[in-house]
């Protein structure tokens, strides 16, 4: 009597012999293939796994000083081990919490307010895209985004030459008798959350504009001739098509600034930090930076800058979860 089994095989055996292969042979064939292309792929990804361990993840060591007194000179072993000790004096200085108070809603105002102007981007990006001439697309383009390579000391720069007490724009208005003292546009803490963000702005405008674009690229031509045909004109295309076809690359954005909320960096606030406008532009970031190297006090920055990571690891997983409840799709 033959068996299952040997039945089984037979016919696997009489298939090959005909040159087919049974299905369970395919399957298996199939998955050892795909195991092989994993492989591959894993092996594609290992040098940037590599990368980030070093830069984003063995960085992260270095917030054992947080629980030392650390002295440079002595050096990690010869430092003294005090444990939470700056931890304690965060929440039991009034004058420490007054600070950090003031810098988190100088923080706070200064990334909502960049989170307001994060449209512009999208909205340059949309009418860019619809002048016709190339050239002058092209040329406006390549004016927009080159401030982005521009360091920000020498935005400074042309800051100061434009807007100080002797600069272009004072001795204009002087010379039409518009003033009679030159106005401090730099040397005031009036606005200064404002005019921080007007040059992230004009910094970031045409570069933040790039990823708009290329999504504008990605749209169906026959979608806009279609609409067109139904008599649609140049705004309507733009409202019922571009617009609702670049929402989800602005919302993924948006969703990463909000995680981001208490990154702002250090560099355009430390270039036009000055007496005048201290309090009101010192934010997290430029905090801890005075904190370790002009207040000799490393160990104390360490800890604010391991207690900012892990609030905004809080706000991104906290934004995540909301945009997989509104959207049904998550960022991590």
């Given at each position: 009597m033959t068996t299952p089994t040997?039945?089984?095989?037979?016919?696997?055996?009489?298939?090959?012999?005909?040159g087919e292969r049974s299905p369970r042979v395919q399957k298996r064939w199939q998955r050892q293939a795909g195991g092989r292309k994993s492989y591959g792929m894993f092996l594609c990804i290992v040098p940037f796994l590599v990368l980030a361990f070093l830069f984003s993840y063995l960085p992260l060591y270095g917030w054992i000083y947080s629980l030392y007194d650390y002295k440079p000179a002595l050096g990690l072993e010869g430092s003294e081990f005090v444990g939470l000790q700056w931890y304690q004096m965060l929440v039991s200085s009034p004058t420490q919490m007054a600070q950090i108070g003031q810098v988190l809603l100088n923080t706070l105002a200064i990334s909502f307010?960049?989170?307001a102007t994060s449209i512009l981007p999208l909205v340059f990006a949309v009418f860019l895209n619809e002048v016709r001439a190339k050239w002058f697309r092209n040329a406006v383009q390549t004016l927009t985004t080159l401030p982005n390579f521009i360091s920000w000391v020498l935005v400074y720069m042309i800051a100061f030459s434009l807007f100080s007490s002797s600069g272009l724009v004072n001795n204009v208005l002087g010379d039409f008798g518009i003033i009679t003292t030159p106005i401090?546009?730099?040397d005031s803490a009036d606005n200064v959350w404002l005019v921080m963000?007007?040059?992230?702005?004009?910094?970031?405008?045409?570069?933040g504009a790039i990823i708009y674009l290329a999504a504008i690229s990605g749209i169906d031509p026959s979608m806009y001739e279609s609409a067109r045909i139904d008599g649609a004109g140049r705004f309507?295309?733009?409202w019922y098509i571009?617009?609702?076809a670049l929402m989800p690359t602005y919302l993924v954005l948006l969703l990463l600034s909000v995680a981001n909320l208490?990154?702002?960096g250090m560099e355009q606030y430390f270039v036009f930090q000055n007496a005048f406008n201290m309090q009101w532009i010192q934010v997290l970031d430029l905090y801890v930076y005075n904190i370790g190297m002009t207040g000799n006090s490393l160990s104390m920055a360490t800890a604010i800058g391991m207690l900012k990571s892990v609030i905004s690891v809080v706000l991104l997983f906290t934004v995540n979860a909301i945009a997989k409840r509104v959207r049904g799709e998550a960022i991590v």
């Open positions: 040997t039945v089984t095989r037979t016919v696997a055996e009489q298939l090959d012999e005909r307010l960049g989170i401090k546009f730099l963000t007007l040059w992230s702005v004009w910094k970031g405008l045409g570069w309507q295309t733009i571009t617009v609702p208490l990154n702002n």
